[in-house]
């Protein structure tokens, strides 16, 4: 067994155990393997092992990546899990399958604006900055509501939900108390009627946390692909 696919096999023990603890069932929490900065023979070893779903911060990179990877396009699900800038939107339009970082409506326009007429609508979660930290992405909890409303009116995006990347915690318990605030404005919107099915939150570090505050889906990069060097800058 490769090394890739024996860690997808520990990742995938995990998510089942931390659903059990939390009277989860695992199917509700969907894995997607955050490929950024390893190549297509990276991504190519998890489909192998099983992997359909995977996530890139940098658009230049994931689109390289998605044109290398051509011949499994079909059976692939590319998300953008990075910031959008706004030269960068008809790529997410065109190559992507989802987006979990919008905090802006005019993105969320442009995305729409652009999204092919021959492809399915762009899926779409709304970046929360549920802990107010310095990163500064991410729209503030109080006003999730309302962007929310916006962007499911547009016509060539779909709402799924809810991403946030909260600081690290300094223990399970503080992580789980953050990330079962945005459970609650999850909840909240859901409330409002929004028909929200994603809660994309927890990563390598954070995933049991996660899990048992309610995600429906955790982003695991170095836990599949181990360490990643530094980014060029
Ligand atoms: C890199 C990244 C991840 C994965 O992080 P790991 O700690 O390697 O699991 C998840 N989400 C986002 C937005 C990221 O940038």
């Known amino acids: 067994m490769t090394t890739i696919a024996r860690n997808f096999q520990d990742v995938h023990a995990r998510i089942v155990t931390a659903c059990r603890a939390a009277g989860r069932d695992a199917a509700d929490v969907a894995l997607l393997a955050v490929s950024k900065t390893f190549g297509p023979g990276a991504v190519r070893a998890a489909f192998e092992a099983g992997q359909r779903a995977f996530g890139e911060n940098y658009i230049q990179e994931g689109v390289e990546k998605i044109a ?36 802006r409506l005019k993105t969320a326009e442009r995305l729409s604006a652009q999204r092919p007429p021959e492809l399915a609508p762009l899926n779409v979660c709304i970046q929360v900055n549920i802990d107010g930290g310095p990163a500064k992405s991410g729209v503030a909890p109080d006003q999730a509501l309302a962007l929310a409303r916006a962007v499911a009116a547009l016509p060539r995006l779909r709402l799924r939900g809810l991403m946030t990347i909260p600081e690290p915690a300094a223990d399970f318990e503080a992580a789980r ?25 927890g990563m390598s570090a954070d995933l049991e946390a996660a899990v048992a505050a309610g995600s429906t889906l955790v982003r695991i990069g170095s836990a599949l692909f181990g360490a990643r060097a530094p980014k060029a800058t």
């Open 68 to 103: 290398a990877l051509a011949d499994l396009r079909a059976d692939l699900c590319w998300h953008c899990i990075g910031p959008i800038q706004s030269n960068k939107t008809r790529l997410v339009a065109e190559r992507f399958d989802w987006a979990h970082t919008l905090d």
């Open 177 to 201: 108390a953050v990330h079962a605030r945005a459970k609650v404005l999850f909840a909240q919107l859901n409330a409002a009627g929004l028909g929200l099915d994603t809660l994309s939150m």
